[in-house]
């Protein structure tokens, strides 16, 4: 049915302390599977201040981080709450605040957030198993992708964590 196309998704997952490249395979199959408008922090411009960051790092320069980091991160909750669905990757043992934050903005606004862990479902922080829908949590990206298609058909149309993406409300 398409009910995907267009939609606005947050790709959320490490970048501080990122384990490798995971976002270009992710992005092009949700922009060409699903036709969907992939809102990805990676890639934002504002990855320009890394350099900086590092620099006010070593220098012990906290204001100038701090700076920096609000610009950032206001910007990025903003892309979260204009978002249609949210995506997190989580994968085992690796530290990231940003993300989590992002999780718990994006629960709150009622968002579809998906969380996957690729060591396993069972990997993601337990804490999650709390807050989140058991349905939206996965432990790869093939039962990710099997998700959406699902969603994408209409499948869940009953679901009101989806009924801004089927057009219910």
């Not at 922090?41 to 100038?64: C, G, L, R, V």
Request: proline residues 5%; charged residues 25%; aromatic residues 14%.
């Amino acid at each position: 049915m398409d009910y995907l196309k267009n939609k606005k998704v947050y790709l959320s997952g490490p970048i501080e302390f990122d384990e490798g490249n995971w976002r270009e395979t992710v992005i092009e199959k949700l922009q060409s599977h699903f036709g969907m408008s992939v809102y990805d922090p990676f890639s934002d411009p504002k990855q320009q201040w890394t350099e900086k960051i590092h620099e006010a790092k070593k220098n012990k320069d906290y204001n100038y981080m701090r700076d920096l980091a609000k610009k950032f991160v206001l910007k990025d909750l903003t892309q979260v709450n204009r978002s249609d669905v949210l995506i997190a990757y989580l994968p085992y043992k690796v530290p990231t605040i940003g993300t989590h934050t992002e999780i718990i903005k994006s629960l709150d606004n009622n968002t579809p957030t998906i969380l996957i862990c690729p060591q396993g479902k069972e990997n993601l922080p337990v804490w999650y198993f709390g807050m989140a829908d058991l349905d939206m949590m996965f432990g790869s990206w093939d039962e990710v992708f099997s998700y959406l298609s699902d969603v994408d058909k209409g499948v869940f149309s009953d679901n009101e964590k989806w009924m801004f993406v089927y057009g219910n409300i």
